[in-house]
């Protein structure tokens, strides 16, 4: 099949202008050169039944479900990890709407255009036009000030304001913009509903591959275990293999293993997910996990995390977590962390994995850790109070003769003595702050 002809892996669909589609300022530039869209695109969904997931969303009745049914005005911020259809949803919420949409990306345009932009929406508000529906997608790539700019918009009418981010909202955007919009939580795919997406893909004359790949059951299941929940990389997996295998391929589990190749894993260094598998490292060597915390680590070793960070959270959990109990677990976290920047990548990886490991197997102390939370806090209370004088230098002879000294016990000529004296300032005698009954 030649270009342009149904079922093509290169076909080329044109965009639709005016309402409830991207704007006609913003062609896309491929099908002006008739040049091919991916498949992912052109499989976009075009209606609500074409939607594959979110059912906690778009079950009958859900907020959602209304908005997008009876074309209700609702800001909203959506929520979720790649590839799960908040730029579809938002399309769709225009259309049903039948607001103009205005799509915008924070991560390749700035605050000069989107003013623009919101300029652009309050003059069609004021002539009557039917609204405007503004998608900026990556909205958390705006600081907080900048996100000011779009509050008098959205309380004038001027727009109604969807974001799309795939970091915490709580974290990223500011309250009053928050205030003002419904944060929707988007899930990632199940494995069956990327299956059903795939197929979907793979027969579809029109938007799909037309069969030019012939695609065996279990490597659509391959396929979707490989995407993770992200309907964007599994149909760009797809369409890889495709291309690889040439028309009238059928997708061999060699085949398959060339097109996952391109895989690389979903994580941002600092993002959410990036504090989520911290956090689950820290927690399952504490709680004396290692096969739980060698696969976190993994994970973020294969992710392209930075080693030096890595090593840091380990040795703060030799002291934190695992502490006196084996206080020479600190020293084999320093010869880890010296191990890695002798060796590099990848023998020094072992040595992280070791050290985990140790930790995760080691018995666990935090009296210090707890010790020193309950002293700061004291600290923080009484940080005026003077020394005692017993306890004060006396360097002169003034001072001696003002007291200075007096009453102290040198441990070595008095140990009792030593014991019972008071370390304390006045107020806080016989406080105790470090217990630990497995130390004694």
Not at 165 to 192: C, D, G, I, Y
Not at 198 to 219: C, I, K
Request: net charge neutral; proline share 7%.
């Amino acid at each position: 099949m030649g270009p342009g002809e149904t079922g093509s892996l290169f076909e080329s669909e044109p965009r639709r202008e005016g309402r409830g589609s991207a704007p006609r300022s913003e062609p896309d530039p491929r099908a002006a050169r008739g040049a091919p869209r991916p498949l992912a695109e052109r499989l976009r969904p075009r209606r609500l039944e074409e939607v594959l997931g979110q059912r906690h969303l778009l079950a009958e009745g859900s907020l959602l479900r209304t908005v997008l049914e009876q074309g209700l005005r609702q800001s909203l911020i959506l929520w979720g990890p790649p590839g799960v259809g908040k730029t579809t949803l938002a399309r769709l919420i225009a259309e049903s709407s039948a607001l103009d949409f205005e799509p915008f990306s924070a991560v390749t345009s700035g605050l000069p255009e989107i003013r623009k932009v919101l300029a652009r929406a309050e003059s069609a508000r004021r002539a009557g036009g039917p609204g405007t529906l503004l998608f900026v997608d990556e909205i958390h790539r705006f600081n907080k000030a900048q996100q000011d700019a779009f509050l008098p918009y959205v309380e004038a009418g001027d727009i109604l304001l969807i974001g799309a981010t795939t970091e915490n909202p709580s974290f990223e955007l500011n309250s009053a913009l928050l205030s003002r919009a419904r944060v929707v939580v988007l899930r990632p795919l199940e494995e069956q509903e990327l299956v059903e997406l795939l197929r979907r893909a793979a027969a579809d004359p029109e938007r799909g591959l037309g069969g030019a790949l012939r695609v065996p059951e279990p490597a659509f299941v391959e396929l979707a275990r490989a995407a993770d929940g992200d309907a964007r990389r599994a149909l760009t997996l797809l369409e890889t293999a495709a291309l690889l295998g040439g028309p009238g391929a059928v997708l061999t589990p060699q085949l398959l293993a060339q097109a996952l190749q391109h895989k690389a894993p979903r994580y941002d260094k600092s993002g959410e997910e990036h504090y989520n598998l911290i956090s689950a490292l820290h927690k399952c060597i504490r709680a004396g996990k290692p096969d739980a915390a060698l696969y976190w680590l993994t994970r973020m070793l294969e992710s392209g995390e930075d080693r030096d960070f890595l090593l840091r959270r380990l040795t703060r959990i030799a002291i934190e977590d695992v502490g006196l109990a084996a206080p020479g677990l600190l020293q084999e976290a320093l010869a880890a962390w010296d191990c890695w920047s002798r060796l590099g990548s990848p023998e020094g990886e072992l040595a992280i994995c070791q050290l985990a490991v140790r930790l995760a197997q080691a018995p666990k102390s935090d009296a210090v850790y707890r010790a020193y939370a309950e002293a700061r806090q004291d600290v923080q209370k009484t940080s005026n109070r003077p020394v005692p004088l017993h306890l004060a230098n006396a360097p002169t002879g003034l001072m001696k003769a003002l007291g200075y000294g007096q009453g102290y016990r040198h441990f070595h000529d008095d140990p009792e003595g030593a014991k019972a004296m008071e370390g304390f300032p006045e107020g806080l005698e016989g406080r105790r702050y470090f217990t630990d009954p497995d130390l004694g």
